[in-house]
């Protein structure tokens, strides 16, 4: 099902109406406890504004920059995003596959549904791996050389979550 959106806040709509369960759903819009961070977090992104650069010659505009022994034909990388696999059958591949036909980089999240080999064999050569550095450092060791060795190009380490937040909607959905 492919539906055209012109903003985030249609995107949230269209999940909404996209038969997915409660659950789902919450778990996706969902933050800790009350969502105050969250909401704080919006507001602070809705403050930002673009200053335009009026009267300049834009005939020949550059977006592209290197990043992690990459060239990038714009400076965006999808960022980690959890669980894809409970929204959509292709899972973290399928988001790889899009990143890879736009030419940006993807973020392959600790907590995805797809393998970090199953997401480099659709995007070799384009990936970073998120890293919760866990107590287990086996483990954590392990991930980052298995990462290494399939040819990520980066850690995006994630730290300001030692412990999992209290996530109030997933808890009044058991």
Excluded: C
């Amino acid at each position: 099902m492919y539906q055209e959106f012109l903003n985030l806040e249609e995107v949230e709509e269209l999940a909404r109406r996209s038969g997915l369960a409660k659950q789902t759903i919450d778990y996706y819009a969902g933050a800790a406890e009350t969502k105050f961070s969250a909401r704080e977090n919006l507001a602070v992104f809705q403050r930002i504004k673009l200053l335009p650069r009026l009267l300049r010659n834009v005939s020949t505009v550059d977006t592209s920059t290197r990043l992690f022994g990459m060239d990038l034909a714009f400076p965006v990388i999808v960022a980690p995003m959890a669980m894809q696999g409970m929204a959509h059958v292709g899972r973290e591949v399928a988001a790889a596959h899009a990143a890879a036909n736009a030419g940006i980089p993807y973020t392959l999240s600790t907590m995805s549904t797809s393998s970090q080999d199953e997401v480099a064999a659709a995007y070799p050569g384009g990936l970073l791996f998120q890293l919760y550095v866990i107590r287990n450092r086996v483990v954590v060791r392990e991930w980052v050389q298995h990462a290494e060795a399939l040819g990520y190009k980066a850690l995006v380490v994630t730290v300001d979550a030692p412990r999992l937040g209290k996530r109030e909607d997933d808890e009044r959905n058991r």
